[in-house]
Antibody, heavy 117, light 107 residues
């Protein structure tokens, strides 16, 4: 049974970089038939698809975030990561990692990231 | 981006009721639609994909239908565990987008 667990700072200062990691267990992130995805949820924006990465390293990003976003996968550590630069208060949200290319059948519990000085 | 609009935003119902939630897309998404259930403080849980395919382990009282721009999620006989928020999500075109949610409350 696949399990995902987000980790990272709960507080980030404006203009700094938000970095999160998703540890995966029960399946290898190197398995070629899976995409690994980041989604966030805020009261203002609802659920928002951030982007995804394939084990090959291929990525697809939400155009609204693309200029600030990097998603990567680490098969050795069996995890994938999100990096979002130049954050503002609008990036405050619960961030979820999930498995899926188009829809998402396994999710982490979510981690709240607050952007505040 | 494709806009997904759910109605109603809030729905009050009783155990045993049959309820239907509607999701409309701003353009045709064929049948590339998923539904999720979310309980407070928890991650969304996949119920249905490709409009009407039930995810493993999901009770058969949940069903989905539709095509093009209009879709429905039906719960045939509400159980106490079903009171939660429900979200639709299109995966026809990136960026994939979600509806704003429907909160199902106990009447």
């Amino acid at each position: 049974q696949v399990q995902l667990q987000e980790s990272g700072p709960g507080l980030v200062k404006p203009s700094q970089t938000l970095s999160l990691t998703c540890a995966v267990s029960g399946v290898s992130t190197g398995r070629g038939d899976y995409f690994w995805t980041w989604i966030r949820q805020s009261p203002g924006m609802g659920l928002e698809w951030i982007g995804r990465v394939h084990s090959s390293g291929i990525t697809n990003y939400n155009p609204s975030l693309k200029s600030r976003l990097t998603i990567s996968v680490d098969e050795t550590e069996n995890q994938f990561a999100l990096s979002l630069t130049s954050v503002t208060a609008a990036d405050t949200a619960v961030y979820y990692c999930a498995r899926g290319e188009y829809f998402f059948d396994s999710w982490g519990q979510g981690t709240l990231v607050t952007v505040t000085s | 981006d494709i806009q997904m609009t759910q109605s109603p935003s809030t729905l009050s119902a009783s155990v045993g009721d049959r309820v239907t939630i509607t999701c409309r897309a701003s353009q045709s998404i064929s049948n590339w639609l998923a539904w999720y259930q979310q309980k407070p403080g928890k991650a969304p849980n996949l119920l249905i994909y490709k409009t009407s395919s039930l995810e493993g382990g999901v009770p058969s009282r949940f069903s989905g239908s539709g095509s093009g721009t209009e879709f429905t999620l039906t719960i045939s006989s509400l159980q106490p565990d079903d009171f939660a928020s429900y979200y639709c999500q299109q995966y026809d075109t990136r960026p994939y987008t979600f509806g704003q949610g429907t909160k199902l409350e106990i009447k």
